[in-house]
């Protein structure tokens, strides 16, 4: 009997039946479906897990290499359930928007879009490390010919870029698995409680791990793929990239982090000031920006710096503000997103000086911006505040100091996201481009009002994500 695997194979079912149709029409149904069933299946296995059980929950598994006695098996727990269901709905979205939006080959990007959702889920519900290893390789493929294929000019060297960046460093998190496999006993993720090394080797293994997802996530200086592969990608995967690719870093970190505590509190200082060097830095990019494209890439690269300090405070409030913060992040960025394919799809452009005083020619397109920006800033009663709240909490129980550094980075987000919703939407007189923007139509406001429900809502109810993410980390050992 079929069980949460279903969530991979409703994806892969839907490539297989792209592959054998020629009608546009049809393959644009097909994928819609395919993701909107998996959405469907993750969302019923999200309402129905047992919250007060630390385990993996729905266990699908199937013999892979006997010679190791591993298993390829998939599993739901506290962690990765809102990734999953994060990366179903972000897919659903995507599809909804390449309809509209990509012209060319649209058969084989829909295939290569469902290929590289199913790659990241199978990412997320991993046990063990080999197969979180090799589906987090295996993403690579659909999303560098997603970028090079279907992207700008340059796309071909943002692909490449990202290619290099992202696979290069993946040398360390292979290492990383070889050794809990030689000094643990194997690759499940539960043999990091049995790791027979002294503090500097273990010390030395989670730099492994943190290089690794500090490229994918990215945090600054490993940055350097970011600004191309999301300004030359289409939309629909830009939103992915940033919604859901960035998030596997953190999800790694989140899986690994609790089991490195009793070495963490000597180093975790410097990491999280790295994090928060990003998050400034990247904030003053955004600020300095004019094109709404780039000031998009550059605010959800601000943003995961804060949410990865939350992961090296060691506290729980800090460990639940990186999971609430996460999921927060790639709601509003891909509603951020949206709206600046929106704005692009008029007028063929996303410089900002182009545009103004659009509030009385697109009242809706205007209420949807500013509730998202809002929420974004971290307005009370939005999803973002709670997150906020929980990793600012966080932080300043390890460190005053960061403490304060995480405020400044909050308040600079305010200033530009407050500066670009200006400049487009209420300076006057208007520029050239402003008369050629038509407000939404029902279709698009019904996904924006998605997104602006799910911000209220998750601002409302927090432990929808949280519930029974309670006593997972203690500073002296595992999670």
Known sequence: MMGIELILLFPLLGI??????????????????????????????????DRTKQDFQFLSSYEWISAWKLNFTLGFDHINAPFVLLTTFITVVVILLAIKTVRDKIASFMAFLLLLSLSVNAFFMSTNFLQFFFFYEAMLIPSVLLIQRWGGDNSSQAAMKFLIYTFGFSIFLFIAIIAVYYYGGGFSFSYLESLKMNKPTKLLLLFGFILAFFVKIPVVPFHGWLKDAYYESPMPVTIFLSAVLGKM???????????????????????????????????????????????????????????????????????????????????????????????????????????????????????????????????????????????????????????????????????????????????????????????????????????????????????????????????????
């Open 16 to 49: 297989f039946l792209i592959w054998i149709t020629k009608n546009s029409k049809v393959v644009s149904l097909i994928a819609l479906l395919s993701s909107l069933l998996s959405f469907l299946i993750a969302l019923s296995y999200y309402l129905n897990f």
């Open 249 to 479: 870093g953190i999800y790694g970190i989140l899986r690994v982090i609790t089991y490195f505590n009793d070495v963490l509190s000597s180093v975790n200082f410097w990491i999280m000031l790295l994090c928060l060097i990003s998050f400034i830095y990247s904030a003053f990019l955004a600020l300095k920006a004019k094109d709404i494209k780039v000031i998009f890439a550059y605010m959800s690269l601000s943003h995961v710096g804060i949410i990865t300090a939350g992961a090296f405070t060691g506290n729980l409030h800090g460990y639940q503000g990186v999971l609430l913060q996460s999921i927060n992040h790639g709601i509003l960025a891909a509603g951020l997103f949206y709206i600046a394919e929106l704005l692009n799809r008029d007028t063929k452009s996303f410089d900002s000086e182009k545009f103004g005083a659009l509030s009385k020619r697109t009242p809706a397109l205007t209420f949807f911006t500013f509730s998202l920006i809002m929420a974004m800033g971290g307005f009370p009663g939005l999803n973002y505040f709670n997150g906020e709240l929980l990793l600012l909490s966080g932080i300043f129980k390890e460190n005053a100091v960061l403490g304060f550094l995480g405020v400044f980075g909050v308040a600079l987000g305010v200033v530009y996201l407050a500066w670009v919703f200006y400049r487009v939407f209420l300076r006057k007189p208007a520029c050239e481009l402003s008369q050629f923007v038509k407000d939404i139509v029902s279709w698009e406001a019904l996904i924006l009002c998605l997104f602006f429900l799910l911000s209220i809502y998750l601002g409302l109810n927090p432990d929808f994500i949280l519930s029974g993410v309670r006593e997972i980390v203690s500073l002296g050992g595992k999670g």
